[in-house]
Nanobody
Framework: QVQLVESGGGLVQPGGSLRLSCVVS????????MAWFRQVPGKALEFLGY????????KVADSVRGRFTISRDNVKNTAFLEMNSLKTEDTAVYSC????????????????WGQGTQVTVSS
C-alpha cells in the first residue's frame, strides 16, 4: 500500500518560513519524481514544482521561484518543500505527489498523493 504523509504545516506570520515534509512508503522512492501542489478553496490546484528522479532536476513554478525550494532524501524516502518569505496569499492546503514519469508538471501525471497539510500565513 502506497502512502504519502505530509507534515510541517501550520500557522506562520508573513515573512516567516516553513518546511514541509512528505514521507513516502510502499513504492521505490528513488524511482519516482516528487512534486508539491497547493490548493485554495474555490481555486484550481496549483503546481509548485518537482524534484525529478531521473536527472535530479528541480523545477519550481514561476509564482514561487526564489522563495520555495524542493529537495529529497532518497535514504529517508522523504521529500521536502522549503518555503521562505511567506505571504498571506500562500495560505492553502499543500500536498505532495509521486509520479513514475520524468519532469511531469500536470497533476494528471501523478498517481499517488498525500492527504495534504494546511499552511496559514497570517499576522
Amino acid at each position: 500500500q502506497v502512502q504519502l504523509v505530509e507534515s510541517g504545516g501550520g500557522l506562520v506570520q508573513p515573512g516567516g518560513s516553513l518546511r514541509l515534509s512528505c514521507v513516502v512508503s510502499g513504492l521505490r522512492f528513488n524511482l519516482y519524481t516528487m512534486a508539491w501542489f497547493r490548493q485554495v478553496p474555490g481555486k484550481a490546484l496549483e503546481f509548485l514544482g518537482y524534484h525529478d528522479y531521473r536527472d535530479r532536476r528541480v523545477k519550481v513554478a514561476d509564482s514561487v521561484r526564489g522563495r520555495f525550494t524542493i529537495s529529497r532524501d532518497n535514504v529517508k524516502n522523504t521529500a521536502f518543500l522549503e518555503m521562505n518569505s511567506l505571504k498571506t496569499e500562500d495560505t492553502a492546503v499543500y500536498s505532495c505527489a509521486a509520479s513514475g514519469r520524468s519532469r511531469p508538471t500536470s497533476s494528471s501525471d501523478y498517481a499517488y498523493w498525500g492527504q495534504g497539510t494546511q499552511v496559514t500565513v497570517s499576522s
